[in-house]
C-alpha cells in the first residue's frame, strides 16, 4: 500500500506528482495530482482559451471538496451524474473524478492509494474519450496504467467494498 511517505518521495524524485493544497480548512482527505493537471487547475498549461480556465476552475473546486472532507456523491448505476465512479473493469481501480456541470463535463482519471488519499493522475476533456470503449478511451485507460506504473512501479491501488472502503462521506447518487 502506497504512503503519503511515498506519494511525496515520488514527488521530489520525478516532479511529476504535486500534493494538492487549497489552503482555508484543514485538509480531511489527501489528494495527489500529476503535473498535467497541477498546469491546468493553476490555468498555467499551454494554449489555453478562457472557456478552458473556467472549466477547469469548476473542476477544481470539486477537488477543494474533495479534500475538504464534503460529501461526494459516488457512481453504483450506469449513466449517473455521482462526483465520483469507478471505472470497469473494476479489478483495474482506475477511478473518475468528475465535473459534472457544465456540459461536457471533464474527468481525471485516478486510483486510491488508501482509504481517502487520491492519486489524480489523468485530465479529459469528456469530449475526447469518444464513447466507452472507443479506441480514445481504451487509449486513454492504457495511459494511465502506464502513467501508475512509471510512478509507482508494482504497487498497486488499494481495493475493496465499494464505496466505504475508499472514501468517507461518501453517498451513493442512484
Request: glycine share 6%.
Amino acid at each position: 500500500m502506497l504512503t503519503v511517505a511515498d506519494l511525496d518521495r515520488v514527488s521530489t524524485v520525478t516532479g511529476q506528482l504535486h500534493r494538492f493544497d487549497p489552503g482555508g480548512l484543514p485538509a480531511r482527505r489527501t489528494l495527489y495530482i500529476s503535473e498535467q493537471l497541477r498546469l491546468l487547475l493553476t490555468k498555467q498549461a499551454t494554449g489555453m482559451n478562457q472557456k478552458q480556465i473556467e472549466r477547469w476552475s469548476v473542476a477544481r473546486a470539486v477537488l477543494e471538496q474533495f479534500v475538504d472532507g464534503k460529501w461526494m456523491t459516488v457512481k453504483s448505476k450506469p449513466k449517473s451524474r455521482a462526483e465520483l465512479a469507478i471505472l470497469c473493469p473494476h479489478s483495474d481501480e482506475i477511478w473518475e473524478i468528475r465535473d459534472v456541470k457544465p456540459r461536457p463535463s471533464l474527468r481525471i482519471l485516478g486510483s486510491f492509494a488508501q482509504k481517502d488519499l487520491f492519486v489524480a493522475l489523468a485530465p479529459y476533456e469528456r469530449s475526447e474519450l469518444g464513447a466507452k470503449e472507443s479506441i480514445e478511451w481504451t487509449r486513454a485507460l492504457q495511459q494511465y496504467k502506464t502513467q501508475w506504473i512509471w510512478l509507482f512501479g508494482q504497487e498497486r491501488p488499494i481495493s475493496g467494498s465499494f464505496p466505504d472502503d475508499y472514501l468517507s462521506n461518501a453517498r451513493h447518487l442512484d
